[in-house]
């Protein structure tokens, strides 16, 4: 059992880039969600999605684009990267139905990214 | 909207002591659930402990326990026994209990975290 799986761990960019950062999950999870994590401002949420075919926006999603074309993938995309972009991002998933609502996040092992 | 603010930005403690992490949060909700995450260097997000707002019984994980004072809106980590393992940052979280599917109920809001120092 794999978890959730992010790829690639690090990736240096140049400014104006396109860039997709790849997250799956083999548990079968309704749930699974963006976050990036900022110096001093702890994990703030991009985009998440309640199951393949939908998803929506969290506190800061200008700049990245998301789809959600089957359960197990989740992908995060910069159209066009910008130095503020820089942080380290995780992918996170979750039970949502039944019995199993309400559960903690799984969370992967995070991408770094760089900017210049 | 919700809000978690953790006011302790570092904190260090002496090996087998006990050290307490403050939380606080804002809400206007009823039930919700409210975790501590750890985050050692290694930068993996370990959940610690967890506690259902309904419950009025402490969480307790081993070493781990919280004083969950919801009048208050307060949730702080207590760590006994202190071991240079536990050296990481910890992040206080709060998600709002929701239907069984659909809407915002898996999103979680962060404090900004308390960076803890074990010392030998």
């Known amino acids: 059992n794999a978890g959730v799986t992010q790829t690639p761990k690090f990736q240096v960019l140049k400014t104006g880039q396109s860039m997709t950062l790849q997250c799956a999950q083999d548990m079968n999870h309704e749930y699974m969600s963006w976050y990036r994590q900022d110096p001093g401002m702890g994990l703030r949420l991009i985009h998440y999605?309640?199951?393949?075919?939908?998803?929506d926006q969290g506190e800061v999603p200008n700049g990245y684009n998301v789809s959600r074309s089957t359960t197990e993938d989740f992908p995060l995309r910069l159209l066009s990267a910008a130095p503020s972009q820089t942080s380290v991002y995780f992918c996170?998933?979750?039970?949502?139905?039944?019995?199993?609502?309400?559960?903690?996040?799984?969370f992967g092992d995070g991408t770094r990214l760089s900017i210049l | 909207a919700q809000t978690v603010t953790q006011s302790q930005p570092e904190m260090s403690v002496q090996e087998a002591e006990t050290v307490t992490l403050s939380c606080t949060y804002d809400t206007s909700e009823n039930n919700y659930y409210l975790f501590w995450y750890k985050q050692p260097p290694s930068r993996q997000m370990i959940l610690v402990i967890r506690?259902?707002?309904?419950?009025?019984q402490n969480a307790t994980e081993n070493r781990f326990s919280v004083n969950f004072q919801k009048a208050a809106k307060s949730f702080s980590l207590k760590i006994s026994d202190s071991q240079l393992g536990d050296t990481a940052m910890y992040f206080c979280a709060f998600m709002k209990q929701g239907a069984n599917y659909g809407g915002s109920q898996g999103n979680l809001i962060f404090g900004k975290g308390t960076k803890l120092s074990v010392k030998p």
């Open positions: 506690q259902e707002a309904y419950k009025q």
């Open positions: 999605s309640v199951g393949a075919g939908i998803t």
């Open positions: 996170a998933s979750s039970r949502t139905r039944g019995d199993y609502s309400n559960q903690p996040q799984h």
